[in-house]
T-cell receptor
Framework: DTGVSQDPRHKITKRGQNVTFRCDPI?????LYWYRQTLGQGPEFLTY????????KSRLLSDRFSAERPKGSFSTLEIQRTEQGDSAMYLC????????????FGPGTRLTVT | AQTVTQSQPEMSVQEAETVTLSCTYD???????LFWYKQPPSRQMILVIR??????QNATENRFSVNFQKAAKSFSLKISDSQLGDAAMYFC????????????FGKGTKLSVKP
């Protein structure tokens, strides 16, 4: 069990550029979550997948954000036309089905928009 | 909407001593889960302890225990025999039993452990 992995770990981009992050969940986990954590705050929910279906999106997820999970395996989170306010740590978590099960978090991708 | 409040931005404890981190939450639901997560510096978040709201007995995991007061909507974490490795950000989190599973986090408490 290699745990949840995220790539890249750090990303610096200029305002207006597009960025894409990848999350590889624990292999048998069918649920995958994206959270955003800004400095001094706890993580905030962005979106959730069960297998390949995106079942819930937070109002924090503006039209510039899109997430996919093709074939129910890895997931990508894309931010188009980045803004300085997008600077944050983007966390991915995965779990088995059902709200009882623990969410395992990845190390996160730290995005800095200059 | 549910909210989670951690009123202590920072706490400090002497090694081997006991410390209690506070958490309150607001919800109109009767069935939910509460969690404490630990986020060490530059490392990923890990689950410390979980409490089901329908259970009256407080959860314990080795040196970690909770004081769950459902009526008061309070969920504090007690760390006994504190160790240097306990130094981290601690987040209290709420999950509705009927939700898809997304967690609602507090702002966190930074715990320092003095040798």
């Amino acid at each position: 069990d290699t745990g949840v992995s995220q790539d890249p770990r750090h990303k610096i981009t200029k305002r207006g550029q597009n960025v894409t992050f990848r999350c590889d969940p624990i292999s048998e986990h069918n649920r995958l979550y994206w959270y955003r954590q800004t400095l001094g705050q706890g993580p905030e929910f962005l979106t959730y997948f069960q297998n390949e279906a995106q079942l819930e999106k937070s109002r924090l997820l503006s039209d510039r954000f899109s997430a996919e999970r093709p074939k129910g395996s890895f997931s990508t989170l894309e931010i188009q036309r980045t803004e300085q306010g997008d600077s944050a740590m983007y966390l991915c978590a995965s779990s088995l089905g059902g709200t009882y099960y623990e969410q395992y978090f990845g190390p996160g991708t730290r995005l800095t928009v200059t | 909407a549910q909210t989670v409040t951690q009123s202590q931005p920072e706490m400090s404890v002497q090694e081997a001593e006991t410390v209690t981190l506070s958490c309150t939450y607001d919800t109109s639901e009767s069935d939910y889960y509460l969690f404490w997560y630990k986020q060490p510096p530059s490392r990923q978040m890990i689950l410390v302890i979980r409490q089901e709201a329908y259970k009256q007995q407080n959860a314990t995991e080795n040196r970690f225990s909770v004081n769950f007061q459902k009526a008061a909507k309070s969920f504090s974490l007690k760390i006994s025999d504190s160790q240097l490795g306990d130094a981290a950000m601690y987040f209290c989190a709420y999950r509705s039993r009927g939700s898809q599973g997304n967690l609602i986090f507090g702002k966190g408490t930074k715990l320092s452990v003095k040798p």
